[in-house]
């Protein structure tokens, strides 16, 4: 069984929808993050070969989701917890797919916190 999930979307600059997604394998935990970008006016309609595959994980605790997600104009931006938990990590890709920035900053002896 695969599903797809909406993490982030947003709209740039120019008025494009920004549109990143998940696509996991309910029989394994592996996921793919998909991202495309649109015009608004097919927010609706867009299909799922439109999407580009931006990182291909074998499970969530790969992708760095805490409290700052979301586009910036055409930047999708990811930083939190990865691994068990205890690494703080970043992950930057732009809307077409193109990884910016994937770093592990720094391995803490305690969880890492989103700050909810």
């Known amino acids: 069984?695969?599903?797809?999930?909406?993490?982030?979307a947003g709209v740039n600059a120019a008025?494009?929808?920004?549109?990143?997604?998940?696509?996991s394998n309910g029989n394994t935990s592996a996921?793919?993050?998909?991202?495309g970008q649109f015009d608004v006016s097919r927010a609706m309609t867009f299909d799922q070969s439109?999407?580009?595959v931006g990182k291909q994980a074998t499970s969530f605790s790969e992708l760095?989701?805490?409290?700052?997600t979301g586009f910036v104009d055409d930047s999708l931006l990811f930083a939190?917890?990865?691994?068990?938990?205890?690494?703080?990590?970043?992950?930057?890709?732009?809307?077409?797919?193109?990884?910016?920035?994937?770093?592990?900053?720094?391995?803490?002896?305690n969880k890492v916190?989103?700050?909810?």
């Open 64 to 68: 760095p989701i805490g409290s700052i």
């Open 15 to 23: 008025g494009k929808l920004n549109v990143a997604m998940v696509d």
């Open 113 to 116: 916190t989103t700050g909810r």
């Open 1 to 8: 069984m695969v599903s797809l999930y909406v993490l982030a």
């Open 31 to 35: 996921l793919s993050l998909l991202l």
């Open 80 to 109: 939190g917890p990865t691994g068990t938990g205890k690494e703080l990590s970043v992950l930057s890709l732009d809307a077409f797919g193109r990884k910016r920035i994937e770093q592990m900053l720094e391995a803490t002896a």
């Open 50 to 52: 439109q999407l580009v």
